[in-house]
């Protein structure tokens, strides 16, 4: 069994910051990339960031000199640093990894989403 289990999410002022964070756990034997997805009310869910191994990062331009995803490949875990949120970047926040575990070979898990309320 893998799992995703993220924290971090809340409510911060606009201009404020937050960071998210993303652990996968269980019978994982090899990640190929882990990224953040969002979704807002009435609205599709979308790429905010993915970090593949062994390549650099890829951004929504939304959130382009804002957001900055990194990795640490010992634990298994993604990060989300957000600064100078806008309102617009309130959401659910779904941490998502590609991965090969003990029982199926490469394919996405989702984490239970997160929320980001971005208001004064």
């Known amino acids: 069994q893998v799992q995703l289990v993220e924290s971090g999410g809340g409510l911060v002022q606009p201009g404020g910051s937050l960071r998210l964070s993303c652990a996968a756990s269980?019978?994982?034997?090899?990640?190929?990339?882990m990224g953040w997805h969002r979704q807002a009310p009435g609205k599709q869910r979308e790429l905010v960031a993915m970090?593949?191994?062994?390549?650099?990062?890829t951004y929504a331009d939304s959130v382009k000199g804002r957001f900055t995803i990194s990795r640490d490949n010992d634990k298994n875990s993604v990060y989300l640093q957000m600064n100078s949120l806008k309102p617009e970047d309130t959401a659910v926040y779904y941490c998502?990894?590609?991965?090969?575990?003990?029982?199926?070979?490469?394919?996405?898990?989702w984490g239970q989403g997160t929320q980001v309320t971005v208001s004064s």
């Open positions: 269980g019978s994982v034997l090899s990640i190929a990339t």
């Open positions: 970090s593949p191994s062994g390549a650099g990062p």
């Open positions: 998502y990894a590609v991965l090969r575990s003990t029982t199926a070979t490469f394919r996405p898990y």
